[in-house]
């Protein structure tokens, strides 16, 4: 008998019937299983949850495309025209004839949060807060943590360090390296833009095996993408040499006056 | 047999405004509240996933595993928007994730718990047997479809959603759902019937 073809009822009521008798699992306590998850500190990959639903990037796109015009049409002394574009691995690099300088240059401690200490940032960050195991940079002298006093909160750690041998000053008084962390990825997911200077020199390399940027020269603005999409704007605070990469799902980053090597090896002593 | 279902066109099952405010104190830290929001969707999370992976022991894995995703990725669910879809798009995407990194087999293991007290006994013998018949080539069909028509089918047939709700656990425009409701049904049927050339 079903040897002749179902009529479109006859379908439609057997696929109802047959919904109703799927040997469906039963769960009854998953809101523990679950609640004792999210009381675990986090780890892997979290950014799948992201990539999960299919968001629409659409208005993502376009919010980085106004804010890389604004920002070429803004900046007094910023021709009009982005001579250059890269793209490595989801940065957007414009290059563009000349960046002004900031009239007030932001100080590396504003804007950083509050001031708070190593231990609470680890326990608070909701990552993995590396500082360099290189003897010089083991102790930041000033750590400050940004964000929201809530689970699931962004947060920002930064490390500041003062004098140190063998790292020159940067143009901010008494701080020689600053170091800033963050959930955010250059992951295809995440996009990011630097303004770029013509005397800015960019690389692109690898860093602990991650992917990495090296950023070499004048004072730049940086776009991220922080974990809930939206695109968040950062000055590169020390006007200096900067080495940017992403581990485990976290960007990392070092300004300090260093040679490149310095910086890498200094990136590679993080634990 | 059942009257035909029609395809919904209203708006939201489930508890919108109370899903709203769950979601807003879940936002805030507030795991109790996330923890309503999961026993409230563990059973339609659990079946969906089990529709994608063919094995409870899975669905009940992805169904927790997209619960924590969902939990972190609360900062982007869009305030006022209905949480039961947006959850069922996480967890169908965890779903297909895991059994592509299985390996997927060219067929799911979707089994039916048979003899149901309740049902058939309003049945003759005949047609109670015509009913079971048809339910095994369904069946059969349906466990080699492609992940993605079986969740559209599954969406409409086995959980009932509104066109509404589809559109936004399948990320499509609302549009686009009937369409591809009508392209799953064409591949069921030519899945059953290549079946039964195959059985003749």
């Not at chain 1, 004792?36 to 799948?48: C, H, K, Q, T, V």
């Not at chain 1, 800015?200 to 950023?215: A, D, H, M, P, Q």
């Not at chain 2, 996480?90 to 779903?95: D, T």
């Not at chain 2, 009913?131 to 369904?138: G, P």
Request: aromatic share 8%.
């Amino acid at each position: 008998m079903t040897r002749d073809r179902m009529s479109e009822q006859e379908l439609d009521a057997t696929l109802a019937d047959l919904g109703e008798r799927l040997a469906y699992p039963r769960p009854t306590r998953l809101a523990d299983a679950v609640s004792a998850r999210l009381r675990e500190p986090r780890s892997g990959r979290w950014w799948d949850a992201l990539r999960s639903p299919r968001f629409a990037f659409a208005p993502v796109f376009a919010t980085l495309a106004v804010l890389a015009l604004v920002i070429v049409l803004a900046v007094p002394g910023v021709r009009a025209t982005a001579d250059d574009f890269l793209h490595a691995w989801g940065i957007d690099i414009f290059r563009v004839p000349a960046i002004a300088t900031p009239a007030v240059n932001p100080s590396p401690r504003s804007g950083l949060g509050a001031l708070t200490t190593l231990v609470d940032a680890r326990v608070r960050a909701g990552f993995p807060v590396r500082v360099p195991s290189d003897a010089r940079l083991a102790t930041p002298d000033e750590v400050y943590r940004d964000g929201a006093d809530a689970p699931g909160a962004r947060q920002r750690i930064s490390l500041v360090y003062g004098p140190r041998a063998g790292i020159p000053l940067s143009y901010e008084p008494g701080v020689s390296v600053l170091v800033v962390e963050f959930r955010g990825t250059f992951d295809e997911n995440l996009i990011g833009g630097k303004g770029v200077g013509p005397d800015t020199r960019i690389e692109s390399l690898s860093v602990n095996g991650g992917r990495g940027l090296w950023v070499e020269g004048a004072p730049h603005l940086f776009f991220y993408r922080d974990p809930s999409g939206i695109i968040q704007t950062e000055t590169l605070r020390l006007a200096g040499n900067t080495l940017i990469w992403e581990q485990d799902g976290v960007t990392f980053r070092i300004e300090a006056q260093v040679s490149r090597e310095d910086a890498l090896r200094i990136a590679a002593s993080f634990r | 047999m059942a009257d035909v279902k029609r395809l919904r066109t209203d708006s939201v099952e489930g508890r919108p405004t109370e899903d709203a405010a769950l979601v807003e104190r879940s936002r805030n830290g507030d795991q109790d509240a996330y923890g309503e929001l999961v026993t409230r969707y563990q059973a339609i999370a659990a079946r969906t996933a089990y529709v994608i992976t063919g094995t409870a022991a899975d669905a009940e894995d992805v169904a927790q595993d997209a619960f924590v995703k969902a939990y972190y990725a609360l900062d982007r669910f869009r305030s006022g928007a209905p949480f039961r879809p947006w959850l069922l798009r996480i967890v169908a995407n965890e779903a297909i994730n895991r059994r592509k990194a299985a390996g997927r087999r060219p067929t799911v293991g979707l089994s039916v718990v048979e003899d149901r007290a309740s049902g058939d006994t309003a049945l003759s013998p005949e047609a109670s047997a015509l009913a079971h018949e048809r339910r095994e080539v369904v069946l059969d069909a349906l466990r080699k479809m492609r992940e993605e028509d079986r969740l559209v089918i599954a969406y409409r047939y086995f959980f009932d959603l509104s066109e509404v709700e589809m559109a936004e656990a399948l990320g499509v425009a609302r549009g686009t759902v009937k369409s591809r409701l009508s392209r799953a049904i064409a591949r069921l049927r030519a899945a059953m019937e290549g079946d039964q050339l195959h059985d003749a």
